[in-house]
């Protein structure tokens, strides 16, 4: 375990932002996280780096989690408990999943980002939200060390949501995950347009797990930039949710506009859409541009500094406000 000087923390984020940390860690194991708690305060946490926007340097201690491990809990006829390391890559855990016929998170392929952040973020995708298939997750306290485990109940689960970027925000450090995922008899969720239309394009009609995996990869790479090509931290707004009022306000004036009812009472708009509308779908302001396959996308196109993407963030959201008087919210972290 050695902390590094002024570390550069361009590999370590999506976006690609070359920032440096006054100092940095990288931890394999619980217990060297505890004794850097212990001796160091304030540090700032650092996974994989998908769902951020550095704006400045950090003038703190960054620990880097690299913890690995997948392994099975407990099992019954119908279910695994399979708990993931909070260092693991999301992606490949899915594909890890798939592998041993686990359902259940099949639509959440291709997530950018590792285990530990799903839970903060309640990653969603096609339908399908972590929260679905929680069981629990291990953290530790950062003020003092302590470990505690989080049930679903306490996690607060909502859109793109969580008691972690909320009443608790920064106090803890998640270590690990447990899922509760099907053996067999697999709840399938292919309701959403676009994976329909890519499993008849592969004429697939009685599709498995591992079907529906592909549908979701392909649809997603044929969408969204790979971060490895050009920065980027996948959607960077949330999906606004309109109340019954709202919405028949919204689509009284905008009768084309898509959108999905997720009950009498509330109806999810696409942010894509309202920026696409805006103008700004394939708009380059120097380095700082939004994607032209995907309005929900900001990129750096080679040297954007974290500011310049995030001024462009803030033109997107009063432009989409003055038009459409609706507000869209960053999904990722603003630092």
Known sequence: MHIE??????????????VSAKQFVSITAVDELKTI???????????????????????TLVVHLNLKGISIENETEDHVYIKAMAGENWHEFVLHCL????????????????????????????????????????????ETGKERTFTKDECHFGYRDSIFKNEAKGKY??????????????????????I???L??????????????????????????????????????KNPVLNAEAFREFKSN???APYYELS????????????????????????????DKQALVLVNHGNASGEELWNLALQIQKKVREQFGIYIEPEVNIL
């Open 254 to 256: 905008y009768p084309e």
């Open 99 to 142: 592998a041993e016929g686990y359902g259940g998170i099949e639509n959440l392929s291709l997530i950018p980002g590792n285990i530990g952040t799903a839970p903060i973020q309640n990653i969603g995708a096609y339908g399908v939200e972590l929260k679905d298939v929680f069981e629990s997750c291990r953290a530790v306290e950062i």
């Open 37 to 59: 708690l212990a001796e160091n305060n304030p540090v700032f946490i650092l996974g994989g780096g998908s769902n951020m926007l550095l704006t400045k340097d950090l003038d």
């Open 173 to 194: 450090c998640i270590v690990s995950v447990t899922l509760q995922l099907t053996k067999k008899n697999h709840e399938l969720h292919t309701s959403y347009g676009a």
């Open 200 to 237: 008849k394009k592969r004429n697939i009609s009685s599709p498995t797990i591992q079907d529906i995996s592909k549908a979701v990869i392909s649809i997603r790479q044929s969408k969204l930039p790979n971060p490895k090509e050009i920065g980027n931290s996948g959607s960077f707004f």
């Open 264 to 291: 009498d009472a509330e109806y999810k708009v696409p942010a894509g859409w309202l920026i696409e509308q805006a103008g700004f779908k394939g708009k380059r302001f120097g380095d700082a541009g939004v994607h």
């Open 5 to 18: 000087q002024n570390k550069s923390l361009q590999p370590y984020n999506t976006f690609g932002i070359d």
């Open 196 to 198: 329909q239309d890519e």
